[in-house]
């Protein structure tokens, strides 16, 4: 049995970042993970496998559109796909074995087990139980279940499964026009699978501003990929290996099936916090099975807290990671503070899609006067010479003062071009302030600046 300061359950984004900076802030910390390897899903089995096959596809692609008018000769690729699992799971294991070298270098103990708490101060792992002042659960979540579907991660696939299927499907049907379904689903149109994606509601990446959605979703029919809206699935039954998902058109409730090689189940994920024995010690939660805590991510339990997906909240690995600093901090004795307004979104689809903040239609809905700059990639020379010219930026701004409120891309690289706008914001910095800052030439960066531009007296290369 050993003693610490903080003891975190859950090695993710959420629970490595938080062990760290308590490791940091001068706290003797250990962290419990009951995996092989260090990470959490977004490491193992989310984030970064996820990243590498579509980096990997993209390059296909590139190679078999692109490549011939470039000069670039012997365009056909063709694809070795154990190759390529073998490529992320290199890429996997480098990320995981470097959260192992940090632990080392900040000496935070890795405790290897699965983790309970049997009273408040205490943690058990395996046989042993240790002491801790503080507990900080960061669990995460799992993908949500959809009745009349049994997923067998093999046919019927979560995202877990959908990163290591033992071929190529021919046909793929992905359940849910979510950021899973998306970008998965991209990742075998590309490798030559017909990819239908049934959604329930009428516009895919529910909360997205309705102008993207709407490009987002020409796109990816130009790539190929299928939809069927407005249906919600029923069930899917799976026959020697062959699966058959049946759905109901919400419009005249008439009901229709589709026949798929494999089926990605993408409804959504809940917050993972089976065996922690939280409901003998009390813990409240909130009817979507979330921990509930304070602004100081504390439970009603004293020394227990919660972060990331486990809790409200957007299930991203950058809101846990910024709530496990906040929380070491927090319990360091410092005043953290996380800004939730200011919480990027990116779907690492091809073109990326990334937003923070507003949209049209929240600003709509708060009755507020906003204005809107917009600058297609069209106008960017460095987008254009990529191949890249689909897509745009967005700013909307509050009409009065010029303040940026929200803002929404899609087109190149959009995923790194919206941290810009999001110290714009930290900051509280009008449009015109991104308009006066000098921006390299060529870069993509300068589609920011001209939907900056927008914002007032106009963009110049529109
Ligand atoms: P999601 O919540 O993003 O999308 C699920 C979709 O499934 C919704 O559009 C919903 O309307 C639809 N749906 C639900 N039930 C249905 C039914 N019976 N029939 C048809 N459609 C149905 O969930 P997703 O994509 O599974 O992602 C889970 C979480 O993981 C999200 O919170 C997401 O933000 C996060 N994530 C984030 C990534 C990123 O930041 N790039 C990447 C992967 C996941």
New binding site residues.
Partial sequence: MASYDVIIIGSGPGGYVSAIRCAQLGLKVACVEGRETLGGTCLNV??IP?KALLHATEMLHEAQHNFSEMGLKGKTQSVDWKQMLAYKDKTIGQNTSGIEFLFKKNKVDWLKGWGSIPEAGKVKVGDDVHEAKHIVIATG?E??S?PGVEVDEKTVVT?TGALELGKIPKSLVV?????????LGSVYARLGAEVTV????DA???GQDGEVAKTFQRMLKKQGLKFVMG????GATVKSGKATVT?KLRKDDSEASLPADTVL?????KPYTDGLGLEALGVEMSERGQIKTDAHYATNIKGIYAIG?AIAG????HKAEDEGMAVAEGIAGQKPHVNYGVIP????THPEVSSVGETEESLKEQGRAYKVGKFSFMGNGRAKANFAGDGFVKILADKTTDRILGAHIIGPMAGDLIHEICVAMEFGAAAEDIARTCHAHPTYSEAVREAALACGDGSIHM
């Fill in positions: 989310g984030c996820s979540s993908s949500s959809l995202s359940i849910g026009a979510g950021v899973i379904g998306l970008e049934i959604e329930f509601l895919i990446t529910p249906a919600a699935v029923q759905y189940v993408a409804t959504g994920r997906d957007p299930m991203l690995a979104g990116v779907i690492y």
